[in-house]
């Protein structure tokens, strides 16, 4: 069976849209299930979380003829639900619980699994966006990394502190402690070497700052319990570091498991316009060159975006765009289109929704790094911001990079960089031509200064 019906009868009242539908409320120790009236004797049960729980829920939705599942999107609970029930076959629907709250006629009495039941079987809710396994896999592990990096931050601070403390100013004088310079003096003041000069001479050449000031600025008062402090900091940064290097092996292998965009041989990668920049962040593998190979075009040669913000935004969105219909629905998923108040045809108010969005943050920060390029994407952000303040000129970047990724992504073509020379020319262009059409309809004609040609 279908499980398909009409939204609404002839008497206009709604019917039901998925007649073998369930709603689930997932809680940390508990989960409550309502399945349609008739299916079973009882038809809201509760079940435990243990795994051997999950799958006598998945059992009863069999026997009970369910065919699709509405739950909330609560923390982490849903996971394993969702992940064991798409196993078995049921057609899974993983709601904002916002939606649910919008939806008016709630009674006090209804437990909030009939509730989101009820919705369901009218077609009421909405799935969110859930790349394929695959994908999800990937997802996991990229955000697994982020979360490594953001706990080895907080060593670096705490050697920092412990640099402070001993009033050796090694900020001072470096602008990355966790450098080539930095790490070699940290390791050698914790070996025992404290003179200041000899730890000078660890100094890499590509350093600004001479000895000598090097040398000032690590004079310190090296006290027992400050070294102490710097020594487990440096050893949780190292532990970091090697669980980073072990999650990189794991992320590739998960790339190399993803299956090509075509079985067709693609032109070599043109690694020019990036040129040799090193982030200490940066995956240890060619992430470049893995993207490329599981979409096919090759999404890091757009101005502002890196491997790392591409594998994040694939990553999330999954290896094509077929999910979005038009940009329109991708650029409001991400949370960068402006939400517009409408009431008689008239735009009342209009701002940009708040949204946790991850692959909307990557493409804000691909238009922070493009603001002082000379680019056509940083050429834009400057005239917003003359326009809009630096807040709007952001987002309005953002959207227009995620426009040119969408279009990259949907019809597999390179990119090209048009510059800021020629997208100036092109915005002067546009504005000549709305100038000619208003004086026009003014009854004026909008003529040009002849232009002056020196003689020979």
Known sequence: MSGQGKQTTSSGTLGAVHAHAAGLDIGSEEIWVCVPEGCDATPVRRFGTYTPDLHALADWLAACQIE????????????????????????????????????????SDV????????????????????????????????????????????????????????????????????????????????????????????????????PAEIAKALTGNYRPEHLFALKQALALYDTYTEKLRECDAE???????????????LPPIDRSDKGKSHSKNGPTYDARALLYRIVGVDLVATTGIGPVNVQQIIAEIGADVVAWPTVKHFSAWLGLAPHNDISGGKVLHSRILKTHNRAGQAFRMAAQSVSRSDSAFGAFYRRMKARLGPEKAIVATAHKIARTFYHLLKYRVPYHELGAEAYEQRAREREIAYLKSKAKKLGLTLTEPATTVAAA
């Open 251 to 265: 992320i590739e292998r998960q790339f190399a498991a993803i299956p090509p965009a075509t079985t067709d041989d």
């Open 111 to 210: 437990k909030d699994c009939q509730w989101i039941q009820q919705l369901h079987s009218f077609g009421l809710l909405s799935a969110s966006f859930r790349p394929a396994a695959d994908m999800c896999a990937l997802r996991a592990y990229l955000r697994h990394r982020t979360e490594l990096i953001q706990h080895r931050a907080a060593h670096i601070q705490h050697m920092q502190k412990a640099l402070q403390q001993m009033n050796v100013q090694l900020t001072l004088v470096l602008s990355d402690i966790t450098g080539t310079t930095g790490m070699s003096i940290i390791r050698a003041i914790l070996a025992g070497e404290h003179d200041p000069h000899r730890l000078a001479t660890l100094r890499d050449r590509r350093c600004a700052k001479s």
């Open 68 to 107: 699709t599942v509405a739950m909330e999107s609560t923390g982490v609970y849903w996971i394993p639900v969702y992940e064991i029930l798409e196993a078995r076959g049921f057609h899974v629907y993983l709601v904002n619980a916002r939606h649910l709250k919008n939806v008016p006629g709630r009674k």
